[in-house]
């Protein structure tokens, strides 16, 4: 049986979660029915040393996403996959311009994971991206929520999309969290006779540390604790001001991109998520998946989804500090008894979004577009 051809775009495989989802769906697609290929920019990504080697890899001779339509059409034209797979709205449009270009009859699916859009330019852009999304074959969204924020803000049609959660990949997780090594330059943290509070992602608005700062000096009035942040970005030097106004310096260590951090997840005694939106929630699923409970703000729509409204780890509001120290305080708190029901209800919850699981869903979708596509065939 001939294979079925999947190219996958992005920017780069950079320490994002576009990137580690496409690595997830990657690596776990049925290599007997599918024939994946990955084409990002001229970047070297940090993901990339994680993809199968039998994957093929092409990286467009450019490092600008508009200069890279004519290349990727030329590559559409040459490789004639069924489906030209991508995520992100400016990515999504590079791939559909490219796709049109090439002149094939390659279909194109797009990927939203991200609840954009609230000022009236925001809302404009994405009017016009939904536009654009009138020549993909299906539009997957990341989440309920972001599948009501595509009708609503888009206006993409409810027919056109398909909610599919963020593959995680429970096996790689756990063999890292329970084999992998933290850095030596880190160990004194772990040595410390403290409670552990881990968090990750970019050092960005989005992801509110600041609120999650102040929530951890009130807590730490109480509790003699350590706050890890795994991540990069702008505001590090704005953050690292705060701890120090708060007399916390030396109680939040910044510790940058971790190619593992679920070592770091899993030998915390909690981890937090104070973003003011997230499309899925990543991090909380693999904080659940290796045995660690978690307090989220209800950044909408993923914490909500992956955490069931609180079934799965508490959650309080977006930028209150007082609700997410009592959170953080509550849990920390918790009788053993008690922990190792919420620890285990997570692994059992992590395990809804097991690559294996989410990646079969992936196959069905590109087997209904590839489907309609062979229909079409038949009837001209």
Do not use: W
Request: hydrophobic fraction near 40%; charge should be positive.
């Amino acid at each position: 049986m001939k294979k079925k051809k999947v190219m996958f775009f992005i920017y780069q495989m950079g320490s994002g979660g576009a990137a580690r989802t496409l690595l997830n769906i990657l690596n776990h697609m049925n290599e007997h029915e599918f024939e994946p290929i990955l084409v990002t920019l001229n970047f070297n990504g940090n993901y990339e040393t994680y993809l199968k080697s039998n994957i093929k890899f092409i990286k467009l001779d450019t490092k600008r996403l508009r200069s890279a339509i004519i290349p990727l059409a030329k590559l559409i034209r040459k490789e004639r996959p069924h489906i030209v797979f991508s995520t992100i709205p400016v990515y999504n449009t590079v791939a559909i311009f490219g796709r049109l270009l090439s002149f094939t009859k390659t279909k194109n699916i797009v990927r939203e994971a991200a609840l954009l859009g609230g000022s009236f330019r925001e809302n404009i852009s994405l009017r016009i991206f939904g536009l654009i999304y009138r020549f993909a074959s299906k539009v997957i969204s990341l989440s309920e929520g972001v599948k009501k924020n595509l009708i609503n803000r888009y206006n993409v049609k409810e027919k056109n999309i398909q909610v599919i959660y963020n593959p995680i990949d429970l096996d790689k997780i756990q063999h890292l969290a329970n084999y992998g090594k933290i850095l030596e330059k880190h160990h004194y943290i772990f040595e410390k006779d403290a409670s552990i509070i881990v968090t990750a992602g970019r050092l960005v608005k989005e992801k509110d540390h600041f609120t999650l700062i102040r929530a951890f000096a009130n807590v730490n009035k109480h509790i003699n604790s350590e706050l890890l942040i795994l991540g990069e970005g702008e505001l590090e030097h704005q953050l690292k001001s705060l701890a120090k106004d708060l007399g916390i310096k030396q109680k939040v260590h910044f510790i940058g991109f971790q190619q593992n951090p679920y070592i770091y997840f899993k030998r915390a005694d909690l981890f937090v998520l104070s973003s003011v939106n997230e499309g899925f929630g990543h991090v909380l699923v693999e904080s659940l998946a290796v045995g660690t409970p978690v307090v989220s703000t209800n950044c909408k729509p993923g914490a909500e989804e992956v955490l069931m409204d609180g079934k799965f780890g508490r959650i309080c509001q977006v930028g209150d500090v007082d609700g997410l120290a009592n959170s953080m305080y509550e849990t920390l708190m918790m009788p053993e008894y008690e922990k190792k029901k919420v620890i285990k209800r997570g692994i059992t919850r992590a395990k809804d979004f097991d690559a294996k699981v989410i990646v079969k869903q992936y196959e069905e979708t590109f087997n209904q577009v590839i489907g309609e596509k062979n229909r079409h065939r038949q009837r001209s």
